[in-house]
């Protein structure tokens, strides 16, 4: 079985300060990790992916993710974010030779003027 | 590459019609595609898996009398949600994933916001 948690559900933040939203997975095999994001009334863009590799993966629009799987986390994180940020963002795991993809529940990223 | 369509993007129906939402892979064979469902403020929710030539795989609680699938081609998947009712007024997104390289991740079409007055 699988399983994603992203603890926090709503992260506020200013606009050009840092964020980092949260994600952690359970798996008893390897897995892929996905981050993706949401705008309103649209559906899901990938932002980036670890399938295997640098633990240091980069993704569009400035934002990173570091697979530790010692802590079975996977964070997303943008050193400074932008109004153009908001939007709902969610963490997915895929374990090895498992077809389905399981979504955690949601971050939504306000970026404060 | 590895884009993924859906069709319509928005439809409104009256209680007891049958909506259909196609699903195409453009630019690439879709071995497996997924449908979910995602209401207001929450996450996807799996609904069905399908393969391309066979029946698909529904996911507990999913009425598979009630929302058809059929996976005719490698490029498309159709999503029928049949007698909708108000409580099945919500935003449905299909993905897909290809062969080799493109099985490691699924595509996501753009959605359909259904809404059933």
């Known amino acids: 079985a699988q399983s994603v948690t992203q603890l926090d559900s709503q992260v506020p933040v200013f606009e050009e300060a840092p964020v980092e939203l949260r994600c952690n997975y359970s798996?008893?095999?390897?897995?892929?990790l996905f981050w993706y994001v949401q705008y309103p009334n649209q559906g899901l863009q990938l932002l980036l992916k670890?399938?295997?590799?640098?633990?240091l993966v980069k993704g569009i629009n400035g934002f990173e993710a570091e697979f530790n799987k010692s802590q079975t986390s996977f964070h997303l994180r943008k050193p400074s974010v932008h109004i153009s940020d908001t939007a709902e963002y969610f963490c997915?795991?895929?374990?090895?030779?498992?077809?389905?993809?399981?979504f955690g529940t949601g971050t939504k990223l306000q970026v404060i003027p | 590459g590895a884009v993924v369509s859906q069709h319509p993007s928005w439809v409104i129906c009256k209680s007891g019609t049958s909506v259909k939402i196609e699903c195409r892979s453009l630019?690439?064979?879709?071995?497996?595609m997924f449908w979910y469902r995602q209401f207001p403020k929450q996450s996807l929710m799996l609904m069905a898996t399908?393969?391309?030539?066979?029946?698909?795989?529904?996911e507990q609680g999913v009425e598979k009398d009630k929302f058809l699938i059929n996976h005719a081609s490698l490029t498309l998947s159709t999503l029928t949600v049949t007698s909708a009712h108000p409580e099945d007024s919500s935003f449905y997104i299909c993905?897909?994933?290809?062969?080799?390289?493109?099985?490691?991740?699924?595509?996501f079409g753009p959605g359909t916001r259904l809404t059933v007055l």
């Open positions: 399908s393969n391309e030539g066979s029946k698909a795989t529904y």
């Open positions: 630019d690439f064979q879709a071995t497996t």
């Open positions: 798996s008893s095999v390897s897995v892929y």
């Open positions: 997915a795991v895929n374990s090895g030779g498992y077809q389905k993809v399981t």
């Open positions: 670890y399938l295997s590799g640098s633990t």
């Open positions: 993905s897909a994933r290809g062969p080799g390289q493109l099985g490691n991740e699924q595509f």
